[in-house]
């Protein structure tokens, strides 16, 4: 697998407000995915990404966890590691 073309950062390599962010999420969810790690390079990227995120996951008459076995089988189909 070749290198990412922008590193994924770690919650002290980022700004206090993406840091905020990481810590949230890490408390609801127990991990912090790569896509949020890259998006945090650009705040303003990440809190517009979480929020885009947020509701997608939240609205709808689809279960939250079916959307997330979609988007873990649709990433498996297109032989994308994310």
Do not use: D, W
């Not at 994924?8 to 407000?17: H, I, T």
């Not at 896509?35 to 997608?56: K, S």
Request: include cysteine; charge should be positive; charged fraction near 25%.
């Amino acid at each position: 697998m070749t290198e990412p073309r922008i590193r994924p950062r770690a919650p002290e390599e980022v700004e206090p407000e993406s840091r905020a962010i990481f810590e949230t999420y890490l408390r609801e969810r127990g991990n912090l995915p790569n896509m949020f790690r890259t998006m945090a390079l650009r705040t303003g990227h990440l809190q517009t990404m979480i929020a885009h995120f947020r509701t997608v996951m939240s609205e709808g008459t689809v279960p939250p966890m079916l959307k997330e076995l979609l988007a873990v089988r649709v990433s498996a189909i297109n032989v994308c590691r994310y």
